[in-house]
């Protein structure tokens, strides 16, 4: 079946634009997460959603972050006013929501401020 | 809040050779401790989690892991490495009442021929 996917592959932008990031997740899978990489850096959390509850934001890293998550499925990661430090792989992963259930990740967006 | 800890950036093995990589999670009781493979421009993929039960964990592409609770260690091992197995590794940490894991900073493996 269709895994986690992410749009676009890359991405390059001038800094001060504004980027937006797509993640579909698995068909059926409540909770979604977005994590951003950074090189030697891990995962760092960024934001949660599970099901029509409230997202658990507390990983943005400033107010130019935002997602929204449509209908239960696609999310949309928003920067605003984009910086160099910015640029990272932006992941996104999907699961089943129980408690502590395999995330599957997407292959993530690369992010390139100039 | 729970941690984990990843000590070694970079692994460097010869294909062939056993291999053990570690992870150390500071939390006050037990965890839920998983291990995820990203190889170049991938996404993140399972290799095993350990919830209960038996403290040695079987997982994909020939991979085992043990935890120790004594140690607060949760070390993933593999007998004969392959080229293939060249890869970023990453072990994550949950807690319960969270639905949010905690990702170590990841080791390289490099495999020589």
């Known amino acids: 079946g269709a895994g986690v996917s992410q749009s676009p592959s890359n991405k390059v932008t001038e800094k001060g634009k504004d980027v937006e990031l797509r993640c579909d997740p698995i068909?059926?899978?409540?909770?979604l997460y977005w994590y951003r990489q950074s090189l030697g850096q891990g995962l760092e959390f960024l934001i949660y959603?599970?099901?029509?509850?409230?997202?658990?934001k507390s990983g943005l890293p400033s107010d130019r972050f935002s997602a929204e998550r449509t209908g239960g499925s696609v999310s949309t990661l928003t920067i605003q006013r984009t910086q160099q430090e910015d640029s990272a792989v932006y992941l996104c992963a999907s699961s089943l929501g129980r408690q502590h259930n395999e995330q599957f990740f997407g292959p993530g967006t690369r992010l390139t401020v100039l | 809040a729970q941690s984990v800890t990843q000590p070694d950036i970079h692994i460097t093995v010869s294909e062939g050779a056993s291999l053990e990589l570690r992870c150390n999670y500071s939390y006050g009781a037990t965890p839920y401790l998983f291990w995820y493979v990203q190889s170049p421009g991938q996404g993140l993929q399972l290799l095993l989690k350990?919830?209960?039960?038996?403290?040695l964990v079987q997982g994909i592409k020939g991979f085992e892991a043990e935890f120790k609770r004594s140690q607060s260690s949760f070390n993933l091992r593999k007998p004969s490495v392959h080229w293939s197995d060249a890869a970023e590794y990453f072990c994550a940490v949950g807690v319960g009442g969270s639905y949010i894991p905690t990702f170590g900073r990841g080791t390289s493996l490099i495999v020589h021929p």
């Open positions: 959603f599970q099901g029509n509850s409230a997202p658990d």
């Open positions: 068909s059926g899978h409540t909770a």
């Open positions: 350990y919830f209960s039960g038996d403290t």
